[in-house]
């Protein structure tokens, strides 16, 4: 059972645009993570969020977790070609302990 | 200070082979998570090591299995390989059991033919 929805799953931009990605679930995290994955790597880490009502700041990016902590977005502003690639949500749960719970993830492009 | 390391980047077998996959964590990280990637299921968790002992089990047939040693190195094993078992493995680290902060590797690329 797919605990997390993550969307939209592709997104194919013009450098300068800005999206938004959005993770949801029907149950409620006990913290969420976004990552960065490029072809051939591993993802990378970029933020946690744990407390309802967050916001999280990484230069162009804006991290929100919702307040009911089953929802989160990551903003994206004045997109670059830089930023192409998977970003994928992920999230623990009480019934699932310590593991990560992954969005099948967002395949941005980014054109200039 | 060296990522985490896995071996070997690629690998091909052919159904009903078995396979182990190895992964060297951060040095000082005592947690060594495993997960398969593949297009159609994106990441799905397969098992957590700390201190040899494994924590926690995703829902995955018993033809998956790993260990931990002493020195914090994990190993994943596939017995009985099926073609459906074709996926990137990833192995992540941790400072700690339960640690939010994980630090992934590149993976292997497994190709079961």
């Known amino acids: 059972t797919q605990l997390l929805e993550q969307s939209p799953q592709f997104l194919s931009i013009q450098e300068g645009e800005n999206l938004t990605v959005y993770c949801n679930s029907s149950s409620v995290f006990s913290s969420l993570q976004w990552y960065r994955q490029e072809p051939g790597e591993g993802p990378v880490l970029l933020v946690t969020?744990?407390?309802?009502?967050e916001v999280k700041k990484l230069k162009r990016l804006t991290f929100q977790f919702g307040d009911a902590r089953k929802d989160s977005s990551l903003h994206i502003t004045a997109a670059q070609p830089g930023d192409t690639g998977l970003y994928l949500c992920a999230g623990t749960f009480r019934q699932a302990g310590t593991a990560l719970i992954f969005g099948k993830g967002t395949t941005l492009s980014v054109s200039s | 200070k060296a990522g985490v390391t896995q071996t070997p980047r690629y690998l091909i077998k052919t159904r009903g082979q078995q396979v182990t996959l190895s992964c060297s964590p951060i040095?000082?990280?005592?947690?060594v998570s495993w997960y398969q990637q593949t297009p159609g299921q994106g990441l799905q968790f397969l098992f957590e090591y700390f201190s040899e002992t494994q924590r926690n089990k995703g829902n995955f047939p018993g033809r998956f299995s790993g260990r931990q040693f002493s020195n914090s190195r994990s190993e994943m094993n596939v017995s009985t390989l099926e073609l459906g078992d074709s996926a990137l493995y990833l192995c992540?680290?941790?400072?700690?059991?339960?640690?939010?902060?994980?630090?992934f590797g590149s993976g292997t690329q497994l190709s079961v033919l």
């Open positions: 040095s000082g990280h005592r947690s």
């Open positions: 969020v744990v407390t309802g009502g």
């Open positions: 992540a680290s941790s400072l700690d059991w339960g640690r939010e902060k994980l630090f």
